[in-house]
């Protein structure tokens, strides 16, 4: 059994997700997003994500941190926004010795759904069903994290087969 932190990155708004389980048992024990102001600094704004994800990290204790991989968008500031999160995010995982991993987003969708192309929705039906959620979490950052953190769970089961064949 793994503890996994799985996180969306974004400036103004980071999912965040800590599941516990395996591939075919899993539990969210904890979820949210994280914001920041747009009226601040970047460095301001970036180090409210560090320090609001380091504290995660310390209260949870995830061994496995699961991020998703950037992917250029035609809003070159977003991509360039997001990488500086998702930067912050990989060096406080570094920090405190977690292990990550990033997955595509056609990965996260596959994973969860069964198809590489699903749409928000369908995502987010999927994370309710699997983790036996009252409601769809909010908002769709919340739940984009609860995704990847399901997409690494059901990917570590595959790794661990690999392993166990030698391969």
Same mark, same amino acid.
Not at 36 to 40: A, P
């Given at each position: 059994m793994?503890?996994? *932190?799985? @996180?969306?990155?974004?400036?103004?708004? &980071?999912g965040?997700a @800590?599941?516990e389980g395996?591939s075919? /048992? *899993?539990?969210?024990? /904890?979820y949210g997003? @994280?914001e920041? $102001?747009?009226?601040?600094t =970047?460095p301001?704004r970036l180090?409210q =994500?560090y320090d609001a994800v380091?504290?995660?990290?310390?209260?949870f204790c995830p061994?496995?941190?699961a991020?998703?991989?950037l992917?250029?968008?035609?809003?070159?500031?977003?991509a360039f926004?997001v990488?500086q999160?998702?930067g912050?995010?990989?060096? !406080? !995982?570094?920090?405190?010795g977690?292990?990550?991993?990033?997955?595509t987003p056609? #990965?996260? $969708?596959?994973a969860?759904?069964?198809?590489?192309r %699903?749409?928000?929705? #369908?995502i987010q039906? *999927?994370v $309710?069903?699997? =983790?036996g959620?009252?409601a769809?979490?909010?908002p769709?950052d919340? %739940?984009d !994290?609860? %995704?990847? &953190? @399901?997409?690494h769970l059901?990917?570590?089961? *595959?790794?661990?087969i690999?392993m166990e064949r030698? $391969?």
């Open positions: 793994v503890r996994v *932190m799985g @996180i969306d990155p974004g400036l103004a708004i &980071a965040f @800590i599941l395996d075919q /048992h *899993m539990r969210a024990l /904890h997003s @994280i920041t $102001k747009s009226n601040l =970047l301001c180090r =994500l380091t504290e995660l990290i310390r209260e061994q496995e941190l991020v998703e991989d992917f250029f968008n035609r809003n070159v500031t977003t926004t990488g999160a998702r912050v995010f990989l060096l !406080a !995982a570094e920090q405190q977690l292990i990550y991993y990033q997955y056609a #990965q996260v $969708k596959q969860v759904t069964g198809y590489g %699903a749409d928000k929705p #369908q039906q *999927m $309710k069903v699997l =983790l959620l009252p769809v979490p909010k769709d919340t %739940a !994290a609860l %995704a990847i &953190a @399901i997409c059901q990917s570590s089961g *595959m790794r661990q690999l030698g $391969k």
